[in-house]
């Protein structure tokens, strides 16, 4: 490299630390803007058939966007675990004509962040970027999904990267212990296998497998798109054209089993921890199931995130057992589950998970009572804006997530009519629907002499 070259370089890393800086700075002042303004959300459907919902949001001139291709590390082929991982690693690292360091340097001047991460069922992308420099941003999100490179170089330092996590989390108790905790709930379901894949499968991952894979899944036929900023619905439909009408129309996804998870079973992982963790799995509910909202106020009654739900009230504010604990409802592409988890010292494992059996068994016979009800319905709907709508990238997430659950574009306006039209007897039945059967407990600690079942 020259001199002339360096100090051009020079510069343009100036500016782009500049426009990196002034991003930061409307992120930073964005959430308070956006979280006042009513979200108006339009569909926009491109020539080539591509459709994203658009909140247009001009108060900061800035653009997120958020897609997602269905088929995540479900998809990964048996042998070849984490693969839909380690690709998602790569579309910074080079595409097009584009080497790694060129793409950096580019993305870098641009002044745009971009992501990409693979879930369970899907592959996500995301870019925020300034709306004047959209043309040089999305120029390149284009070529990273079009024409990803898979180079070995950086497929082999990637890989390396995530093998060093792998080794790390292998001395994590409660990382081994959650890799038990699927596998004997899933069996031999995809869910059970470990999203980062192993040392063994990411060896045997080649930049072949990588474009296979990209290939299979990155079609315009299973693509959810939501964008929020500074951008009109003419000029996003131009855009989606230019991201995305060149992957195939349609996928060629593996066909995935719906699975329940194994109930009824009680799985101790021991290690000599002061703090013994505990996870109880019981049946969940599917999200077009009519009683889904009926159990969603249930399940914040019984331990949904608030500090008056009652297993907090019983184990941490009662008994002193524990310093936090919750219950969520879990919802994947291909099973669902009410799940409580919490860690306690280790000789009050027994007490404390007694204790959580006797607030669901309660919960199961009674249902929760009117107040708790009402209260439930208050904060899940007041906390809905707080949760999902204070930034632009928040918004657009939702909206992807809102797409994926096929939930239609009025939802938001919708929601709270749903959760209010819940009745008290609704809320029972979700309660005995989900609550009586024998759940499957994890215990991560000491070894112990007596069992946890009553």
């Given amino acids: 490299m020259n001199g002339m070259t360096s100090i051009a370089d020079l510069r343009l890393r100036a500016n782009a630390l500049a426009a990196t800086f002034f991003l930061s700075l409307i992120f930073l002042v964005l959430p308070a803007v956006v979280a006042k303004a009513e979200v108006q959300i339009q569909e926009v459907t491109s ?28 998809q990964d082929p048996p042998g070849k675990e984490g693969l839909a991982n380690l690709m998602t690693g790569l579309f910074d690292e080079g595409a097009g004509d584009l080497d790694s360091e060129a793409f950096q340097i580019q993305l870098d001047n641009a002044g745009a962040e971009m992501r990409f991460s693979a879930g369970r069922d899907h592959v996500y992308g995301s870019m925020r970027m300034l709306a004047d420099r959209k043309d040089e941003a999305l120029a390149l999100l284009q070529v990273a999904i ?6 070995a170089a950086p497929i082999d330092r990637i890989r390396s990267q995530i093998v060093s996590g792998i080794v790390s989390s292998q001395r ?17 379901h995809p869910y059970a296998r470990r999203d980062e894949g192993t040392e063994a499968s990411l060896a045997a991952i080649s930049a072949e497998d990588l474009r296979a894979f990209h290939k299979a899944n990155f079609a ?3 693509l959810h798109v939501a964008v929020v900023g500074a951008i009109d619905a003419e000029t996003l439909a131009k855009e989606l054209d230019r991201l995305f009408s060149g992957l195939p129309e349609k996928p060629a996804l593996r066909a995935v089993d719906y699975v329940k998870p194994k109930l009824d079973q009680e ?14 799995a019981y049946p969940g509910i599917e999200r077009e199931e009519p009683e889904f909202f009926g159990a969603v106020l249930m399940n914040h009654v019984l331990g949904g995130g608030s500090f008056s739900s009652r297993l907090f009230e019983e184990v941490r504010e009662r008994r002193g057992l524990t310093y936090g604990i919750s219950s969520s409802i879990v919802n994947r592409e291909h099973a669902a589950a009410l799940v409580i988890g919490t860690s306690t010292r280790a000789d009050k ?3 404390t998970l007694s204790v959580i059996r006797d607030v669901v068994r309660k919960m199961a016979e009674d249902g929760p009572t009117e107040a708790e009800l009402e209260a439930a319905k208050k904060y899940l709907i007041g906390s809905y804006a707080i949760n999902n709508l204070d930034s632009s990238a928040a918004i657009a997430a939702t909206l992807v997530e809102l797409q994926i659950e096929d939930l239609g574009i009025d939802y938001m306006d919708r929601r709270a009519d749903l959760i209010n039209a819940v009745t008290l007897d609704d809320a029972k039945a979700a309660a005995r629907k989900l609550l009586l059967a024998e759940p499957a407990v994890l215990i991560v600690g000491p070894a112990v002499t007596d069992g946890n079942k009553e």
Avoid: H
């Fill in 172 to 188: 994590d108790p409660e990382t081994a212990a959650q890799y038990q905790w699927a596998a004997a709930l899933y069996g031999d």
């Fill in 146 to 151: 079009e024409k990803p490179r898979f180079d």
């Fill in 47 to 74: 020539k080539s058939g591509v459709t994203a919902w658009l909140v247009e949001d001009y108060s900061v001139p800035i653009i997120a966007i958020r897609f997602a291709f269905e088929g995540g590390s479900t």
């Fill in 349 to 351: 494992a027994d007490e």
């Fill in 267 to 280: 799985i101790r992982v021991e290690y000599a921890l002061p703090q013994a963790s505990l996870q109880l």
């Fill in 220 to 222: 315009r036929g299973n």
